[in-house]
């Protein structure tokens, strides 16, 4: 059984560049959540898609948005990059909107 | 609103002492409560679980029991390995979304 895989592990982008992070969800699950991790904090609800419909969204502006496709991968996209953007970007994967595994983070960092 | 407060860290242990990481959450209804462990470098990895008062979860050691009159789900283990270090976080499942702590460093010394 695989994982819940995300890409890139590592990005750097520069201030006002649009930013897009990918999730695979682990096989049988059908729903995705993304949060973002600021250095030394907990984790931050930004929203979750369920078969490919958000399902609900945290207290993040319009300029996040997100994507989940038919066999249930997902897409977070970041417009209009600010400084504080810099996090560690987690997709979590269930099924319906049960227990969640996390994959292993994507780094961005803003300059 | 639904929120976690978790012990401020680091808590620095010897090698196979016994560990507390306190945990109090505010909510409304009885949600779910779960104690994720995050190692230098790595993503969040479900350490244990409890949906209801009164249950007990428990996996490699780790113990948390659902106070619902002290609203807390503190974490132990009764003794330490170097290789528990890693950051501790409480959350708890509010509708949709998981609400979290801001997280507990442990440092375990030889």
């Known amino acids: 059984e695989t994982g819940v895989t995300q890409s890139p592990t590592h990005l750097i982008k520069t201030r006002g560049q649009q930013v897009t992070l990918r999730c695979s969800s682990q096989s049988g699950h059908n729903t995705v959540s993304w949060y973002q991790q600021a250095l030394g904090q907990g984790p931050q609800f930004i929203f979750q898609?369920?078969?490919?419909?958000?399902?609900g969204r945290g207290n993040f502006p319009p300029r996040f948005s997100g994507l989940q496709f038919p066999n249930y991968s997902s897409e977070l996209n970041v417009n209009a990059l600010e400084l504080d953007d810099s996090a560690l970007y987690l997709c979590?994967?269930?099924?319906?909107?049960?227990?969640?595994?996390f994959g292993p983070g994507t780094r961005l960092t803003v300059t | 609103g639904n929120s976690v407060t978790q012990m401020e860290g680091p808590v620095t242990l010897s090698e196979e002492a016994f560990l507390t990481i306190n945990c109090t959450y505010t909510a409304t209804g009885y949600p779910s409560l779960f104690w994720y462990v995050q190692y230098p470098g790595e993503g969040l990895q479900l350490l244990l679980k409890a949906t209801k008062a009164d249950d007990k979860g428990s996996n490699k050691g780790f113990e948390a029991t659902y106070r619902k009159e002290t609203t807390s789900f503190h974490l132990e283990k009764g003794s330490v390995q170097v290789s528990d270090s890693a950051v501790y976080f409480c959350?708890?499942?509010?509708?949709?979304?998981?609400?979290w702590g801001a997280g507990t460093k442990l440092i375990i010394k030889p």
């Open positions: 959350a708890l499942d509010s509708n949709y979304q998981l609400i």
């Open positions: 979590a994967s269930s099924r319906d909107t049960y227990e969640q595994y």
């Open positions: 898609y369920y078969r490919e419909e958000e399902n």
